[in-house]
């Protein structure tokens, strides 16, 4: 099973800075089957970056994926107020299971 | 447009049975890999089971032996038969699918198991 290890596990930054969420496994991820969700309280998880560094459909072009192997980061370029929300890591390559990472809690 | 709904949510005593339903729209079930992942409350997402197109499943160690997973090709409907349920099962379910590389997920159920 691949265990994909979040950092840090809360950001506090404001609104207008630059994010950057780390994601590391412990295997390399199959063809680069990583994505990058986004989920606020109460909704489910939000499809952002596929592949490492698709975005998803309707995305706004400050979110941006990079990595291949075993690490792998998300940033936001800058935050817009509603930014601010739990962000989770998921492999899919290597699966059953798929696994998630931990999640990282961008805050003010 | 795609749509997955989820239904069958509710209180349910430890030990006890509950099936949830994943009415999906826009696409046949039937030809994707169907998931279902859950969140227990204040906790991160976990995976719980999948159906691949020709009807293999697979299931998380913590739920192998008690959880199910089925589809209903005409009603275009996925299934999630849950027994032996344990507090420990508490958690929002989703259901979600796979395409590719991408995801897609319904807006998911609550169980509850509590005496």
């Known amino acids: 099973e691949i265990v994909l290890t979040q950092s840090p596990g809360t950001l506090s930054l404001s609104p207008g800075e630059r994010a950057t969420l780390s994601c590391r496994a412990s295997?390399?991820?199959?063809?680069?089957?990583l994505a990058w969700y986004q989920q606020k309280p109460g909704q489910a998880p939000r499809l952002l970056i596929y592949?490492?560094?698709s975005r998803a459909t309707g995305i706004p072009d400050r979110f941006s994926g990079s990595g291949s192997g075993t690490d792998f980061t998300l940033t936001i370029s800058r935050l817009e107020p509603e930014d601010f929300a739990v962000y989770y890591c998921q492999q899919h390559g290597s699966s059953p299971p798929v696994t998630f990472g931990g999640g990282t809690k961008v805050e003010i | 447009e795609v749509q997955l709904v989820e239904s069958g949510g509710g209180l349910v005593q430890p030990g006890g049975s509950l099936r949830l339903s994943c009415a999906a729209s826009?696409?046949?079930?039937?030809?994707?890999?169907m998931h279902w992942v859950r969140q227990a409350p204040g906790k991160g997402l976990v995976w719980v089971s999948r159906i691949n197109h020709d009807g293999s499943t697979y299931y998380a160690d913590s739920v192998k032996g008690r959880f199910t997973i089925s589809r209903d090709n005409a009603k275009n409907t996925l299934y999630l038969q849950m027994s032996s349920l344990r507090a420990e099962d508490t958690a929002v379910y989703y259901c979600?699918?796979?395409?590719?590389?991408?995801?897609?997920w319904g807006q998911g159920t609550l169980v509850t198991v509590s005496s």
């Open positions: 592949g490492a560094s």
């Open positions: 979600a699918r796979e395409y590719y590389e991408i995801w897609e």
């Open positions: 826009g696409f046949t079930l039937s030809s994707y890999w």
């Open positions: 295997q390399s991820v199959s063809g680069s089957y």
